[in-house]
Every structure is written in structure tokens, then in C-alpha cells.
């Protein structure tokens, strides 16, 4: 812990400061119109704590924050999670402690305020939040496929009509919250949030076209176009959006004209994740290259006030011994009551000296396997799960899920 810092809520006056804070900690030069337009309506500035050092003249020295979400959770509804965000110390003042005060300050507050049960945050370095008991819970994936790749004979695809964003923008926000509201991973999006996304910024676009929006009754496909030329002709990129689908052929008949825009050779799409149904759409898989990475990292801040919030993958009762250094509340043994229409975590008596098959894991490791993202075989069998083999197993069924989770998004 830094000595001699004190931590607290942020005064709106000083969001400014954390703003500038964050720039310089991050490295990148706040643009005046895109810091109003896109960047502040987003903000809970009551939500946000900065650390505070004495000796400094009482200077900002770290700030954290948080975005009130709601996330779909597998079999179960939309429910708040916390979305941490803005985490940065400043330059000089790292390495001495600071964002592990502020961590633990997000989620003692979060637990004594009977707050979101879960918080969930995007990395900017992946080795950095395992340690405060966040694991990789959503992956995502960055899917490249050459311009005419095939979809397979049989597919059936109707033509799309290709708008402007702003024309399409209330089909969209109604197409996405549907297929949101059933897609584990997916966030529920405000009006600021999508203003955010579809801002349409010069900052976002990196030099390619304006957004296009590819419509088809049941989905659409977000996309800019990166157009380029060299000795052979046009190789410009198409940069995928998202795509967003209530049905098969609505996917195929977006991807199909995904991979046929004229004077483009490569179809990118960064927001994509490891089980895109297009890998198995495309005649000739191998042309489709996957970068899978971490995404969501996901922190149970309270596990009797999170299992019940989704629904499980087989109905088992299984002991987890449960170690939780950062979130003490949490620590030791509790049986799981797991089933399809929900759960429950019981609170084991630690004097208990039963016999039960007990399956021991860190909160980074529950926090990994919750959405069904990360199998719990797979932990086990890299040394991280450990326990009776049988329990082990019925943990795994649990909490696996017939749809992987999805983020498209990024906080
Ligand atoms: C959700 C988000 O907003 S992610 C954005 C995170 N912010 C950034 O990347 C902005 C630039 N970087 C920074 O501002 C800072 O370097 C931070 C926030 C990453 C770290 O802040 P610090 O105050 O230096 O960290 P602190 O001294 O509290 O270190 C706590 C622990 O994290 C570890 N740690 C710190 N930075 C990193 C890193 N980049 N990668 C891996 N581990 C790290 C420390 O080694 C320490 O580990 P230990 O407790 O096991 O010994």
C-alpha cells in the first residue's frame, strides 16, 4: 500500500485533472470536441475515486472509475455489473503502490455498499489484474479473411441494403438490444454509450470511410472501408464494425456481402470472438486467420450475491474452497447449489471436519470460468483447479454453457 496516500470520491471539479491524469499516464493528447461529444456524457463522475498524496501538495496521484453496466449473463437476465475503467497513475508516482489502493478500495466499496455482486474491466496490459482476483472471462477475436472467400454451397442469403449510419441507427439500437438482451457477454448500451461507439469521430476512423451499415430485416453489419493501391491494383480493407445477427441467414447474408465489396482484399474484423459462427460459414476454413486475446476480465466481488444470478449448465451441489486474499468476504469453503433456473453459494462452517469432495480455485479462476468462457477442465488440467476429479467435473458442467460469451465492445 503507497504510505501516507489517502483515497476518496472524486469532486466533479477535479474530473478535468483525472482526465489529464489519465492522458498523460496513457500517452495519447485529450482532443477538446472528441473529449465532450464522445468521452465525457459516458462519465459517472460520482463514481470515480483519485488518490491523494500529502507530501505532493495534496496532488492527484491515481484515479479509477466506474461505469454502472448491465451485462447478459448465460441462462440468466441482464444484470448490473461494474465496469471498471480510467485506471491510471500518474507518471513518477508508479510502482509504490497506488492502483492496488485503489483496487482495493473499488471493491471493499462495492461489497459494503451491497453494490454491483460482480465487476468486470478491460485491461490495458493483461498481466496486470490477475493478481486482484480478475480472470479472462470473455475472449475476443481478430478475424482476417481475403476479400470473394466463399461461403459454403447451401447458405441462404437474401441482398442487403447498404445506409448511411444515421439512417440506420434506430433499426440498429433495436436489432443490437434484442439480440443483446440473449446473448451471454453482450452489454445493455445507453444512448451515450452508443453515441460513443457510432460517434463516427475523426480520432475513430484512423483515415477510412465514414461508417456504412450493411441492413437486412434481421441484422446488420457495421463497416468502414480503408482503401489503398498498389502495382496490382486496388487493396484496400474492409474494417468490420460489428455484425450483429438474429438469425443464420441474416449472418450468412451479411458476411456475404461483407466479402464482396468491390476493391477491397481483405475483410478485418477485430470485435469478432473465438466461436464466430463465420469460421464454420466460409467453403474454404483455412483462409480465415483467428487471433484469439484476452477481452472481459471478470471479478466475483461477492459470491452468495453472484451465483444466483445465472443459470447453470447441469444441475449439480458441489464444495469450492475458495481462496480470496484481495476480497476477504469470500474466502474459504461454501457448497454450490447449481441448477438451470439458477443457484446458490451456502457458507461452509470452517470448524466442519466432513469428508465432502471439495474442488479448491483462486477467485482469479472462478472469476474466468463464471461465464463459461474458460472451461474448468481446462484450469484444472493447467494446475490451477485442483481437488476431487468428480467435483472437479460437475464444476465444469455447471458453469459451461451452450453459447460462449460475446463482448463486442470495448470500455
Ligand atoms: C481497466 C483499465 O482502465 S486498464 C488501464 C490501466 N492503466 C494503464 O495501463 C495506464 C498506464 N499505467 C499506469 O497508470 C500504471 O502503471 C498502472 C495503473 C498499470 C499500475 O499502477 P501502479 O500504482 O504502478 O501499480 P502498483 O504499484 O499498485 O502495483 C500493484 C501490483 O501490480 C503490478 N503491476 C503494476 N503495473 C503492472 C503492469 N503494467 N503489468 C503487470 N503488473 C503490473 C505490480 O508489480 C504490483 O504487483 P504486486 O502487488 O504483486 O507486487
Redesign the pocket.
Known sequence: M?SGTTVRPLRPEELDSALQLDAA??GWEPEGDWMDAVVRPTLEVERFTGVFDPALDDEMV?VAGIFSKEMTFPGGGRTPVAG??????RPG?????????LMQDQLTGLHERGQEPVAV?????S??YG?FGYGSAIRRARLEIPQGTALRAGLETDRVRVVPRERAFDTVTALYDQVAAAAPGHLRRTPEVWQSLYSDHSVDRDGATRLVVALHPDGYASYRVKADWNDRGPAGTLLVHEVCARTPRARASLWQHLLGVALVREVQHRRSWPDDPVVDMVAAPRLVRLAVADHIWLRIVDLDRAVPLRGYGAEVRVRVDLTDTVCPWNHGRWDLELAADGGRAVRVDPRADDAVPTVRLAAADLGAAFLGGTPVRRLADAGLVSGDPEAVDALHDALSWRRSPHCPEGF
Do not use: K, N, P, Y
Open positions: 503507497a499516464a496513457f491515481g471498471v475503467t480510467w485506471v491510471s497513475v508516482q508508479q510502482g509504490r503502490g497506488i492502483l492496488r489502493q474491466l478491460t485491461a490495458s496490459e498481466g496486470i493478481r
